[in-house]
């Protein structure tokens, strides 16, 4: 059974920086893109980046110029999270999408505050 592992959450000031890892505990075969998503209290998930394993990246207006998304050869995949700020605040899930089974994390909380 696959799990994806994700670390990086934390506690961070506005204006700081974070970076998200999402790993999967095994091997997963026909990967075609790889996604960090967002949900904050009340709201709905929501899409914050994504990427294909062609390297063609996608971002939600609101992190545009702030944050990037990247993987390695291993399909672990990673967000780099800059200039952050209170409306960030949220549990962050991965997601890796394959046919026709979709993976997801657990969830890192990510709090921006001071």
């Known amino acids: 059974q696959v799990h994806l592992v994700e670390s990086g959450g934390g506690l961070v000031q506005p204006g700081g920086s974070l970076r998200l890892s999402c790993a999967a505990s095994t091997r997963i075969l026909g990967v075609y893109a790889m996604a960090w998503y967002r949900q904050a209290p009340g709201h709905e998930r929501e899409l914050v980046a994504s990427?294909?394993?062609?390297?063609?990246t996608d971002y939600g207006d609101s992190v545009k110029g702030r944050f990037s998304i990247s993987r390695d050869l291993k399909n672990t995949v990673y967000l780099q999270m800059n200039s952050l700020k209170p409306e960030d605040t949220a549990v962050y899930y991965c997601?890796?999408?394959?046919?026709?089974?979709?993976?997801w994390g657990q969830g890192t909380q990510v709090t921006v505050s001071s």
């Open positions: 990427i294909t394993v062609g390297g063609s």
């Open positions: 997601r890796i999408a394959t046919r026709p089974t979709d993976y």
